[in-house]
């Protein structure tokens, strides 16, 4: 029952945040693990998650970058409009689905500190990606003690092709 939830909400994220289907969009699928906290309230190391990684203007691909994260009761999708993730903090809209039926929207920051190959240097065939990052306020967790919460993460993907 959770991963149809699971696979259902991811289902309804990506529809949401994508804009339109081309001829070959140009997707990552894979996992990304939370590897280090600060002042989270409840985002903790070790959390794995499925993963879809978006890169703008790859192939096909529409003008945005997107990560979305999909857990065993819940989703979180990422959109950064108009450029491609890079190694500064920026701004994206962040929508998040539960299991409880609650759905809620969030302005977070994310930035990718490492990408291999460099997100510079990604291509419609390129077949594997790892990227090492962070993210401001990740699954809308609002911190603690009056200081926003950051979370580290990696993640894994592999080349799909619509």
């Known amino acids: 029952m959770r991963w149809r939830l699971a696979a259902a909400t991811l289902a309804s994220l990506l529809t ?3 804009q339109s289907l081309a001829e070959q969009r140009v997707r990552f699928v894979g996992t990304t693990i939370i590897t280090s906290v600060k002042n989270c309230e409840f985002t903790e190391v070790g959390i794995r998650d ?11 691909n529409p003008d945005f970058s997107s990560l979305s994260q999909t857990g065993e009761d819940f989703a979180v999708g990422y959109q950064l409009n108009g450029a ?3 190694d500064t903090f920026q701004r994206v809209v962040g929508r998040s689905i539960g299991s409880n039926g609650g759905v809620f929207d969030f302005t977070a920051r994310i930035r990718i500190l ?3 190959p460099a997100t510079g240097n990604l291509t419609p065939s390129t077949k594997f990606v790892k990227i ?3 993210i401001f306020k990740p699954y809308g967790d609002p911190g603690s003690d009056g200081r926003p919460c950051i979370a580290g993460f990696d993640g894994a993907y592999t080349r799909r092709v619509d």
């Open 16 to 18: 949401l945040i994508s």
């Open 84 to 86: 491609r993730f890079s």
């Open 50 to 60: 499925s993963s879809v990684y978006h890169v703008a203007n790859l192939g096909d």
């Open 132 to 134: 090492e990052g962070e």
């Open 114 to 116: 490492h990408s291999s």
